[in-house]
């Protein structure tokens, strides 16, 4: 896996994933920044994020539920000093399907805590609370 962080002016950098993926990072204008992008910290916390709401997703799909829609929420805390690590992260996932099982959205949280999301397990390998939620949403009549 690669990634590049090209520097373009102020605190902004265009980083390019080894998939040629590009997005913007950018800092706080209080310290050079543009606020034209995401922080460097706040990217992190994202990935983490789609890592576990990838292994959610394909963990329900392989046990064929009809999920719609999954949205995963983050709240996380950083420590007062530097360096500013994180120190706990919430994630509360929110599954909207049809007559989804509790027992399979639970199972499919705990794989991806505790066997999958690597950037979850690495965080948390580094001291980082992890805890996680979840809801259920029955999709209307639609889906």
Not at 3 to 32: C, L, Y
Not at 52 to 69: E, G, H, M, P, Q
Not at 102 to 131: F, N, P
Request: glycine share 10%; proline share 3%.
């Amino acid at each position: 896996m690669q990634a590049t962080i090209k520097w373009t002016d102020g605190r902004q950098f265009v980083a390019e994933s080894g998939s040629g993926h590009a997005t913007i990072i950018d800092g706080n204008p209080d310290n050079g920044g543009r606020n034209t992008g995401p922080r460097p910290m706040e990217m992190l916390l994202m990935g983490m994020g789609g890592c576990s709401a990838y292994d959610v997703l394909n963990i329900l799909d392989k046990s064929r539920a009809r999920v719609t829609d999954c949205v995963a929420r983050l709240e996380a805390d950083r420590a007062d000093a530097t360096p500013a690590v994180f120190t706990r992260i919430h994630l509360h996932f929110v599954v909207t399907g049809v007559a989804l099982k509790e027992a399979q959205v639970k199972r499919a949280v705990e794989l991806s805590a505790e066997k999958y999301c690597s950037a979850s397990i690495m965080l948390a390998a580094g001291g980082v609370e992890i805890t996680h939620s979840w809801e259920i949403v029955e999709a209307g009549d639609d889906a």
